[in-house]
């Protein structure tokens, strides 16, 4: 009998070469839910009953051109003022929105009023062709708040700067008078707090310009819920408002981004239940009934396993849900026009138990005789020395070279892991300062997928008058000793 086990993930954050804090989280199985198939994505999302199908899901860049032209339109008779709302869910999947709730959800008050509801993408093509841009948070918000897919906006991945053009809609409408004011909330400092946020220079050139658009970074999502409600019970509250609440990023991350996940479904709820009183602080305003407010609830992009980034239906589909109707005109078609060929590619069916013996035997390079029914358990991943490198020139190239990393099993053998460590994703050195490296190690010697994370910080600086010749023979005093072990 396979014994039961505890799935941790412990982050480690390192600064200055020294181990600062160190935290377990209890991890749950659906981090590898095989039975999250595409078969059973597509079931689900019809039971959602979306007024379009993932063939004709509508490009998430109509965002852009559906707050525009709000802004832009006539006044109804009546009202006096437009206002607008995108309250974004980081990282929802289309298929949780199968489990809304009777009471205290936003989309299912969106939809009592006779709202639309309909599929939309992610990724720069429409599934199943091959996306053009990562499934990620960065990319995904920046296409929807320009219009723009990365080809043209640039942001291929998190840890990119924008350059002030394309201009987001908080900057062009403020900018062009069509509003008098814009504010951005959210807690991820990866959009404009950190050395390569993707709106730093935006927010300068707002800054610089005088432009009445605010840029707020709150602690969690109570504090950028507390900072929304704030903001809308001004009398005189932003005219657009972009909010974005991550819990079902973060328990996504954690746990697994599957519909079969309890834990995922129940943080789909509460993004909603924040979204629910944010309508009805929207709602509470003495002066809502001569103003015109466009409310759309929305994602960046879904997730598969642990992760996103890629090309998976899990990952590519997303959804818009807003009291206006979206235009009938908008192109929904399912590739560029330089795109009109699709190859098919055979494949060898696999079973999930290859797949498991195969990763069992890569991950921990056993012998051929560990993969049988006998399971072997991780108890422990440890850095013992980190990269030779922690301090960098601008723009040179990172290295994980030099890092060693050992994996202990329950049976008492340690193997050496160091080739299978990989990165959330490559830092930037472009600018100088310090950068946070995220690293990652999955182990799946049973039936789960065990997710291992650390982090490190590395230092950019500016190119000294020394030659770079002198810098590398210089000592190296941020590598830890293997005396220094560090556990993941």
Known sequence: MKKKILIVVLALILVGGVIASAILIPKMKYANDSADTE?????????????????????????????????????AEGKTEKKAIIIGYDGCRADVLKEIQAENSAINSLLDDGASINLAYCGGVNYPQENTQMTSTAPGWCSILTGKWADEHKITGNGITKAVEPKTLLTTLTEEKVIDSASFITRWAGHFTDDDATYLEEKAYCEENKLNVSFNKCKNDEASHEYTLNEISKKDCADFIFVIYEPTDSTGHSYGFTINNPGYVEAFKAADKYGFEVLNAIKARPTYDTEDWLIIVTSDHGGFGTGHGHESIQERMTFIVSNKKINDNVDNSTSKPEENKTETIETTPTTSENIIMETKKHHANLPESTTTDTFLYVTKV????????????????????????KAYLDDGTVVDVSDDVTLQYIPTTAKPGTKTV???YVDNFNDFLNLWTAEFVITIIEPETTTLADEETAPDTTATSTEEATDL
């Open 39 to 75: 078969e059973l994505y597509r079931q689900n999302v019809a039971l959602v009953n979306y007024e379009n199908t993932i063939e004709t899901a509508i490009p998430q860049t109509e965002l852009y051109n559906m707050v525009k032209e709000h802004f832009e339109s006539p006044l």
């Open 382 to 405: 440890e850095i013992e020395k980190l990269p030779t490198k922690t301090t960098y020139y601008v723009n040179e190239e990172f290295s994980l070279e030099g890092i060693v990393v």
């Open 438 to 440: 995220v690293l990652e």
